[in-house]
C-alpha cells in the first residue's frame, strides 16, 4: 500500500492541521520518513524527517519551532503538527521515504496520495 497522506484543508493564517499518513509496513518499516510538499506552480521541497526509532527530528528552517513530525510504528503512521501556519505553507504535502525523497528531488513524483493544505483569509 502505497503511502496515503490526509488531514489537510482550509485554514486561516495562525490556524492549525494535524496531518496524517499511513503505509504499508514493508515501506514505513526500517525507514526514515519524510514530509515533503509542493506548493502552487513550484518544484518539490522538504518539510521535514525522522528517524525509524521517531528519533532526530529535523525540519526546513521555514517551518522549524512551528511544526512537528511524529510517528507510530505500530500504526505505521507519520504525522505532522502544524501550528501558526502562513499562507506561504499553503501546498500539497506528501509523505514519502528517503528513497522516495531522493527520487522526488530528481523530477519524479512521489507515490501514493497527498493532502492538499491551504492557509488563506
Known amino acids: 500500500v502505497q503511502p496515503v497522506a490526509s488531514g489537510g484543508g482550509l485554514v486561516q493564517p495562525g490556524g492549525s492541521l494535524r496531518l496524517s499518513c499511513t503505509a504499508s509496513?514493508?515501506?514505513?518499516?526500517?525507514?526514515?520518513m519524510f514530509w515533503v510538499r509542493q506548493p502552487p506552480g513550484k518544484g518539490f521541497e522538504y518539510v521535514a524527517s525522522?528517524?525509524?526509532?521517531?528519533?532526530?527530528?529535523f525540519y526546513t528552517p521555514s517551518v522549524k519551532g512551528r511544526f512537528i513530525i511524529s510517528r507510530d510504528n505500530t500504526k505505521n503512521s507519520l504525522y505532522l503538527q502544524m501550528n501558526n501556519l502562513k499562507i506561504e505553507d499553503t501546498a500539497l504535502y506528501y509523505c514519502?521515504?528517503?528513497?522516495?525523497?531522493?527520487?522526488?528531488?530528481?523530477?519524479?513524483?512521489?507515490r501514493g496520495q497527498g493532502t492538499q493544505v491551504t492557509v488563506s483569509l
Open positions: 514519502a521515504t528517503g528513497s522516495d525523497w531522493s527520487r522526488i528531488s530528481r523530477g519524479e513524483s512521489p
Open positions: 509496513e514493508d515501506i514505513f518499516s526500517a525507514n526514515a
Open positions: 525522522i528517524n525509524y526509532d521517531d528519533s532526530n527530528p
